[in-house]
Structures are given as structure tokens and as C-alpha cells.
């Protein structure tokens, strides 16, 4: 391979230099700082995530809450007393339900045995429903079933998490 002069002198110049080369300064305190302040950024960062997930769950349940406990219209009250009451709340969390399935859905579940505690829950929801046959306007077991429901409602939230709830 042919050198110019070009080539020759930069090729000198290169092999003058001194093959190791110390830096001015100590530079492990940097890099110690910046994993520091890295760390440091990303546990604060966790801490909004996670604060920012419990509000949005605290939203959720409000919001579910005022939709499944608002007043109803007199018009509708006068209609809905007894049993028809307890099959207008159950068909309502029926919708509810069904509809948050279907958004979760494909979603991995952040518990094995989810279904199992819905299950649960929805025996006791039958047993309120028993007890409310022999007394349908209870208003105890009215708050009761619409509870179980909310809590149906929160732990199919709960299990199927957004990915950026997760920390």
C-alpha cells in the first residue's frame, strides 16, 4: 500500500502519541452522581405512576358508584320497588360487568384466581337476593347486593390493570 505525504506525516503523528491517556480528573464521581440521579428520578417517577393508577381507581369507582347509586327519576321509583328493584340492579351490574370484561379483555389478569374470588362474590350476591325475597325493601340489603356489585366491579379493575399502572 502506497502512502503520500499526507498519509506519512498524519501516520507519524498518530504513532507519536502516547498510547495511554489518563483523564484530567476523576471521573467516577460523575458517573456515581448520574446513576444516583437516575435512580432517584426513576423512584419518583414509580411514585407518580403509582399515585397517578390510585387516582384513576378512586375515578373509576366514583364514577361507578354515582351511576349505580344516583337517584332514580320518580317516575322510575314509583315503578321499581321490591323484586323488580332487585332485577332492575342486577340487570344494571349485568351491563356494567359485561362491558368491562369486554374492555379488559386480552388483557393479562395480575392474579391467578380472580374468577374464583367473583365467583365469591356472587354467591354472596345470591344470598342477599334470597334474603331480599323475604324482604324486598330492605334497604340494608339493597346497600348490601349494590357493595357486593361495586366490589365485582373493583376487582375485575384491579386484576386486569393498564400497562402503565405497573411499576
Not at 131 to 150: F, G, I, R, S
Amino acid at each position: 500500500m502506497v502512502m503520500n505525504k499526507f498519509e506519512q506525516e498524519l501516520q507519524q503523528k498518530l504513532d507519536s502519541l502516547s498510547r495511554e491517556k489518563q483523564p484530567q480528573r476523576d471521573l467516577w464521581k460523575g458517573i456515581e452522581l448520574s446513576l444516583e440521579t437516575n435512580t432517584t428520578e426513576r423512584a419518583a417517577s414509580g411514585f407518580q405512576t403509582k399515585h397517578l393508577a390510585m387516582a384513576a381507581t378512586v375515578v373509576l369507582v366514583a364514577t361507578l358508584s354515582w351511576f349505580t347509586l344516583k337517584p332514580m327519576r320518580p317516575e322510575t321509583q314509583q315503578n321499581l320497588t321490591g323484586q323488580s328493584l332487585v332485577q332492575a340492579l342486577s340487570n344494571q351490574h349485568q351491563q356494567q360487568m359485561n362491558a368491562l370484561l369486554v374492555k379488559f379483555e386480552g388483557q393479562p389478569a395480575m392474579t391467578q384466581n380472580w374468577k374464583q374470588q367473583l365467583q365469591e362474590l356472587d354467591s354472596a350476591a345470591s344470598a342477599i337476593k334470597a334474603a331480599l325475597e323475604e324482604d324486598p325493601n330492605n334497604t340494608a340489603l339493597l346497600k348490601m347486593l349494590q357493595n357486593v356489585y361495586q366490589q365485582q366491579m373493583m376487582l375485575v379493575e384491579r386484576v386486569h390493570a393498564p400497562k402503565w399502572q405497573k411499576i
